[in-house]
C-alpha cells in the first residue's frame, strides 16, 4: 500500500471541519461518482452533482453506486451546459469548490474565465497541483504546469501571488514566504538555507528572455 504521508497531514487537518460544498462538474463516469461518494462518506464534501440526471442515475444503477442521498442539479446532456450552471452555483456561494467530471479543460474553465461570471478577481488563473514525494520533509507545489505555458513576467507573479496564497492555506508556515514593502513574495528561510550551503540550482536564463522577464542574457541579474 502507498504510504502519503504528506496528503494524510492535509486529511488529518480537515477532519473536524465542516464538510465542503463542492459541485462534481458533469461526473458522467464511474470514478467521479465514486468520488463524490466516497468524500461524502468520509465526511470532507458535500457534493452536488450538476449534470443530465437521467444519465448519472443510469450510470450508477449501471456501476452499482447509490447517489440517491446526493444533492442534483439537472442540465441537458451537454459539458459546456454544466459547466455554466456549476459556475453560477460557485457565484452564488451555493457551492465552495468546481470539481473536474468527464468534460475539458476549456469547458470547465471558460465559464469560469468569463469577463461577467462574477468569480475573476484582478489575478490571472494558474494551476497548481500538489506532490507528496518519498523521502521529502514536505510536499511540494508545482505551479503552473497546466494553463499558463509560456507566462510572461506578469503572468509569472500571478502565478506566484496565487501558489502562496494556496501554500498558505495548505499549512505552510509563514515563515518560508517573506514579503517585501511592494507585497511581492521573495526568498524566505528555505531560500536561506539552499544560498548558505551552496546547494546548485539549474536554471534557464534563456526561458527568462524568451518570455520577457528580461530583455537580454547580458540584463540578466543571475551571473
Known amino acids: 500500500m502507498v504510504v502519503r504521508p504528506h496528503l494524510q497531514r492535509l486529511v488529518e487537518r480537515i477532519r473536524m471541519r465542516p464538510p465542503l460544498r463542492a459541485a462534481f462538474v458533469f461526473p458522467c463516469d464511474r470514478d467521479s461518482l465514486q468520488l463524490a461518494l466516497s468524500g461524502s462518506f468520509a465526511g470532507y464534501l458535500a457534493p452536488v452533482l450538476v449534470g443530465p440526471e437521467a444519465r448519472l442515475r443510469d450510470l450508477a444503477n449501471r456501476a452499482g453506486l447509490d447517489i440517491s442521498r446526493l444533492e442534483l442539479?439537472?442540465?441537458?446532456?451537454?459539458?459546456?451546459?454544466?459547466?455554466?450552471r456549476a459556475a453560477r452555483l460557485a457565484r452564488d456561494r451555493e457551492v465552495l469548490a468546481l470539481v473536474k467530471g468527464s468534460l475539458t479543460n476549456e469547458a470547465l474553465l471558460?465559464?469560469?474565465?468569463?469577463?461577467?461570471?462574477?468569480?475573476?478577481?484582478?489575478?490571472?488563473?494558474?494551476?497548481?497541483?500538489?506532490?507528496?514525494?518519498?523521502?521529502?520533509?514536505?510536499?511540494?507545489?508545482l505551479a503552473d504546469?497546466?494553463?499558463?505555458?509560456?507566462?510572461?513576467?506578469?503572468?509569472?507573479?500571478?502565478?506566484?501571488?496565487?501558489?502562496?496564497?494556496?501554500?498558505?492555506?495548505?499549512?505552510?508556515?509563514?515563515?518560508?514566504?517573506?514579503?517585501?514593502?511592494?507585497?511581492?513574495?521573495?526568498?524566505?528561510?528555505?531560500?536561506?538555507?539552499?544560498?548558505?550551503?551552496?546547494?546548485?540550482?539549474?536554471?534557464?536564463?534563456?526561458s527568462n528572455v524568451g518570455t520577457g522577464a528580461v530583455t537580454s542574457i547580458a540584463e540578466h541579474p543571475i551571473k
Request: overall charge neutral.
Open 110 to 141: 471558460a465559464p469560469v474565465a468569463a469577463p461577467d461570471s462574477g468569480l475573476r478577481t484582478e489575478r490571472r488563473l494558474s494551476h497548481a497541483v500538489f506532490l507528496d514525494l518519498p523521502g521529502r520533509a514536505s510536499g511540494l507545489l
Open 73 to 84: 442539479v439537472d442540465t441537458p446532456d451537454d459539458a459546456r451546459a454544466a459547466g455554466i
Open 145 to 206: 504546469a497546466l494553463l499558463n505555458v509560456a507566462p510572461n513576467l506578469a503572468a509569472k507573479r500571478d502565478i506566484l501571488r496565487n501558489t502562496v496564497d494556496l501554500a498558505l492555506a495548505l499549512g505552510a508556515h509563514p515563515d518560508d514566504i517573506e514579503y517585501g514593502p511592494d507585497g511581492e513574495a521573495h526568498r524566505g528561510r528555505r531560500a536561506a538555507f539552499v544560498r548558505d550551503r551552496r546547494i546548485p540550482l539549474v536554471m534557464c536564463p534563456t
